[in-house]
């Protein structure tokens, strides 16, 4: 993953599959995002950075509706997710959640089998017909996070006795096991140690040939690693989104540069 | 730090780690003080624990247990028919059949068992009464009884002839307090000679050797040989005998209102004419004096009711080995009673199971539902925050609270038309527990919901579940075994309380006594439950009742408590998970 490729990656242009425009949130009377324009494109992953407290979880969360669930958040601005808001009235945040899966922070399988924690999503959805065809989803979406050869043999083994990485890439499969159009992942490594996170870092390179992944990191040298575009938040506000290549070796703002080379955050 | 060495001030003394510094000698010491509180305060605990145990294990268990005589209960067609002829079932049933019949077929039985074991029924009351009577005299020095009484045949003729000694000692101390010493020496001469006729030479010299014209001290010196009182007592004595009849021996056994029997002969009138061998309860009253704890002297040491003669045969028949001690197994499946040899708590354990029931349908369902409510759906505002703070206000309220509550709806159900027979039904008793139960189950319910991490909430929200399938997929079941713990304790609590089930009728005893078998009604009968019931044998007439089987009723709620407890860690521990 060296300079050249981010480069060559740079020049593809995709389709927008996300598309923010002026979106602010408040938490009561904190206004913790100001005013964020972003595009996500498809088949692209983007990374979120900046430093702790500064809105890149908080406007994550916004693309899915998770915000939804705690009381005090209300959302203001435009998601226009395939051209339709999701903030729309008629919109039921269950269905958005199909179509833009998330993986969180810390790994947290449900406690049941690895087999059940695979096929909730398809079950609740209702995306098989029988028995035979969960079990292809649950085998393909466990293949597809690279953890079917290690649990193939003990799917009834409950999902929480995995390693912590596996017990990430179980989450990875539970959320691609509903076939979302956007995945969304919350500092999905900073609970693992490094040869997991290489593992996931390398299942998100893969996943990136059939979603929109979008990535919420403090690591810089994550970021650079696995993104071809990267968005920088500071106190609630974007400051700079573009090109991965270009944000690392020639940012534009000055608080980009402080950042990433280790002044500020 | 360098400001300080430049300044020239002296360095710290350094302190060695092998002497404690005064600061953390004064902690260690505060630590130790807690640490002594806390044994102290524990030891005090278990110490009135380990009390309260002992009483109630001491006095409960051996109250499981029942003496009772073994009898050849012969159903006399002469009693149950007085007139002669065959006996008709119909009329054994009837209500207005010659009351008392029972006590006519025991005590005829009892004196035939007794007889064919070789106990001479009024031979052994006598003679025990004879020893009584030997016993005053030779407290006094009025040897010889023995051969004054033999002398004088049947005990009812001694008697006479000891009385006529005792009075004359009384008339002639009333005549040697007077002032003619003639008429107070024709007394005294007179008692000497009663005493002598009587066979006691040695006690008419005593007497004899009275001054007449001693006055006072002449009364003292007679008062001083006792021979007055010794002989009234011996005669008195052996007065009983004669008075012992079938009365005082059925008193011996429970005998009276025995509506088995009569049950038993209605069922199967094949029986009259027939002999069986039953174990038959001893009096409760005796129980006492058999189990040894009433030993020792005097009226207070005696059974009420009792005398000695009595007594006597009853321990002629355990030398006889007609007296057992069996376990009580009808004290689980009988009524209460007053009367404590039959009395039981069998329907006060349905109505409690039937109660119970009832508490954990209304209050899981009704709680479980408001909790769920309230934590997952219910908007955060002003409106929930009171509902919740009257919830926990709830849990606080006295129970006797509740049972008015109950009261005042059962006399508005009364006024409505359904008449005094919903009075004490299980139905009411358990949804006033429920009442009482629910915040109980609402309070632990959220506490469990609470402690679900709010990962599992993410996760499933996140895979795309509604708010009702994360609630129930996820939350629910993990929830379960804190719920189940709730409902449990709450449930052991309802089962232990009294205050509002005696404010709703069910310490009614007649009602339950009513029923004929514990396991017949149901929800809608008249009901009793285990607390009311150790109320009511509390309050018994009967000593042994109160101090005995109340504990014995005590003893079997505190082992369902126990269970149920040992339910709840089970259930616990089983369905706990751990993420």
Known sequence: MNDMRMTERGVNTKDIKIEARKVQVFYGANHAIKDVDVDIEDKTVTAFIGPSGCGKSTFLRCLNRMNDTIDICRVEGDIILDGEDIYDKRVDPVQLRAKVGMVFQKPNPFPKSIYDNVAYGPKIHGLSRNKAELDEIVESSLRRAALWNEVKDRLDAPGTGLSGGQQQRLCIARAVATSPEVLLMDEPCSALDPIATAQVEELIDELRQSYSVVIVTHSMQQAARVSQKTAFFHLGNLVEFGETSKIFTNPEDPRTESYITGRIG | ?579
């Open chain 2, 1 to 579: 730090m360098s400001d300080a060495s430049l300044s020239g001030a002296k360095p710290a003394p350094k302190s060695s780690l092998l002497t404690q510094s005064a600061l953390v000698r004064k902690r260690h010491r505060t630590g130790a003080t807690l640490r002594w509180l806390g044994l102290g305060a524990i030891s005090v605990v278990l110490f009135f624990l380990a009390v309260l145990l002992w009483s109630i294990v001491s006095r409960g268990v051996p109250a499981l247990f029942q003496y009772q005589a073994q009898i050849e209960l012969y159903y006399d067609p002469a009693i149950l028919n007085p007139d002669g002829g065959p006996v008709d079932p119909e009329e054994i049933g009837g209500i207005n059949l010659r009351t008392g019949f029972e006590r006519g077929i025991f005590t005829n039985s009892l004196r035939m068992t007794l007889e064919n074991a070789g106990i001479d029924i009024e031979g052994t009351v006598e003679r025990r009464w004879v020893v009584e009577a030997l016993n005053a005299l030779d407290a006094v020095g009025l040897t010889g009884g023995a051969e004054v009484i033999a002398d004088a045949g049947a005990p009812g003729d001694a008697a006479r002839v000891l009385g006529q000694a005792g009075s004359a000692l009384r008339a002639a101390a009333s005549a040697l307090g007077g002032d003619d010493v003639a008429a107070a020496e024709a007394a005294r001469d007179a008692a000497a000679e009663a005493l002598g006729t009587a066979g006691f030479a040695q006690a008419a010299e005593v007497v004899a050797a009275i001054d007449a014209a001693g006055g006072p001290d002449a009364v003292a010196a007679l008062n001083a040989t006792g021979y007055q009182q010794a002989l009234l007592d011996a005669a008195g004595a052996l007065r009983q005998p004669a008075d012992f009849d079938d009365a005082a021996l059925s008193a011996l056994i429970y005998a009276t209102n025995r509506r088995d029997v009569r049950d038993r002969l209605v069922e199967n009138p094949d029986l009259v004419g027939t002999t069986e061998s039953v174990g038959v309860p001893i009096d409760i009253a005796v129980t006492r004096y058999l189990s040894g704890e009433l030993t020792g002297i005097g009226t207070a040491q005696m059974p009420p009711g009792f005398d000695i003669g009595q007594l006597a045969l009853v321990d002629a028949m355990e030398d006889a080995g007609l007296i057992d001690n069996a376990f009580r197994w009808h004290f689980f499946t009988n009524p209460y009673s007053q009367s404590g040899e039959i009395a039981g708590i069998g329907p006060a354990l349905m109505g409690s199971a039937y109660m119970m029931l009832v508490v954990l349908v209304f209050s899981l369902i009704f709680g479980v539902a408001a909790s769920i409510y309230l934590e997952e759906f219910a908007p955060k505002n002003k409106f929930t925050d009171f509902i919740e703070i009257n919830i926990a206000n709830l849990a606080a309220v006295p129970s006797i609270v509740f049972g008015i509550l109950g009261a005042a709806i059962l006399f508005t159900l009364m006024d409505l038309g359904f008449g005094n027979s919903i009075r004490g039904t299980a139905l009411l008793g358990g949804i006033v527990l429920s009442l009482m139960t629910l915040p109980t189950i609402v309070i632990a319910t959220r506490a469990a919901l609470k402690a679900v991490p709010p990962s599992i909430r993410d996760a499933a929200l996140g895979v795309g579940a509604s708010k009702v399938q994360m609630v129930f997929h996820h939350k629910l079941p993990l929830a379960a075994p804190g719920i189940l713990t709730g409902t449990i304790i709450g449930i052991a609590q309802a089962l232990g309380e009294t205050a509002p089930l005696l404010l709703i009728g069910l310490s009614v005893s007649t009602g339950a006594a009513l029923l004929s078998s514990p396991f017949s009604g149901g929800l809608l009968e008249q009901a009793q439950s285990m607390p009311t019931v150790v109320y009511l044998f509390a309050q018994n007439q009967d000593a042994p009742v109160r101090e005995g089987l109340a504990q014995s009723a005590i003893l079997v709620m505190l082992l369902l408590l126990f269970a149920l407890n040992i339910l709840a860690i089970l259930l616990r521990r089983k369905f706990e998970r751990r993420w």
